[in-house]
């Protein structure tokens, strides 16, 4: 079975830092794109960022754009999203999935993760 471990989450607050993680097993890991989204309850979900196969593509939403860096080890078939100058808005609980192509959509992704609260304080 695949698998998507994904940890690192807590609560921070306005301006701290949080390191996730997303251990994968299951599946050939550097055959899949990479992608971390967020769910908000009533609001829609958005892949905050994503990374191709071969590392050589990464995805930033606007909302997250010099704030957040996206890493992935294929050695280790991990994925790591540093998330710095957090703000309120970004409290959501974070998904680390995998899909075959880079994408933007999150229904393009074949395999999710169970998901890591994210909670930041103003």
């Known amino acids: 079975d695949v698998q998507l471990q994904a940890s690192g989450g807590g609560l921070v607050q306005t301006g701290g830092y949080l390191r996730l993680s997303c251990a994968a097993s299951?599946?050939?890991?550097?055959?899949?794109?990479i992608g971390w989204l967020r769910q908000v309850p009533g609001k829609e979900r958005e892949v905050v960022s994503c990374i191709s196969r071969s590392d050589n593509t990464k995805y930033y939403a606007d909302s997250v754009k010099g704030r957040f860096t996206i890493a992935r080890d294929n050695a280790k078939n991990t994925v790591q999203l540093q998330m710095r100058s957090l703000k309120p808005d970004d409290t959501a609980v974070y998904y680390c999935?995998?899909?075959?192509?880079?994408?933007?959509?999150?229904?393009?992704?074949?395999?999710w993760g169970q998901g890591t609260k994210v909670t930041v304080s103003s």
């Open positions: 999935v995998a899909g075959v192509f880079l994408r933007t959509d999150p229904g393009a992704y074949t395999y």
């Open positions: 299951g599946l050939t890991f550097d055959d899949y794109a």
